[in-house]
């Protein structure tokens, strides 16, 4: 075998990773089941929207995460301690989409500057 033919050969990826029991998987899965019920059920009765990220974008505050129950238009409203703000799009994808239904994850944009809001935090939406 020639330098060229060991130099081209492919090399074999050793992947390091952690092995994990089947019983210890369906445990994790039902752990993790549990968690989004329990976030499902400390919203109120309106819709429940979990943000994954805030970015400010000019006079714009884009939320982006996963509506976790109900459903979202432009014309709802953002419940933020004792302020509210009024949704002035949504999009899905980076597209502009008329509604976010349950278990839909996008962006949802407000006219507010200086929000606190942290990856996490569940936004009530009414």
């Given at each position: ?83 509210d703000f009024k949704i ?39």
């Amino acid at each position: 075998m020639g330098i060229m033919q060991v130099l081209a050969k492919p090399r074999k990826e050793h992947r390091l990773g952690v092995c994990v029991p089947e019983h210890q998987k369906k445990k994790i899965d039902l752990e993790i089941e549990e968690i989004r019920q329990e976030k499902k059920a400390a919203s109120v009765e309106n819709n429940a929207f979990e943000v994954s990220g805030y970015y400010e974008v000019h006079d714009l505050a884009m939320v982006k995460g996963t509506l976790l129950r109900g459903r979202i238009t432009s014309k709802n409203r953002v419940l933020l301690g004792e302020q509210d703000f009024k949704i002035r799009e949504v999009q899905q994808n980076g597209r502009r989409v008329r509604a976010l239904e349950e278990g839909d994850s996008g962006a949802v944009f407000l006219k507010a500057k200086g929000l606190l809001i942290r990856a996490g935090q569940i936004l009530d939406i009414k």
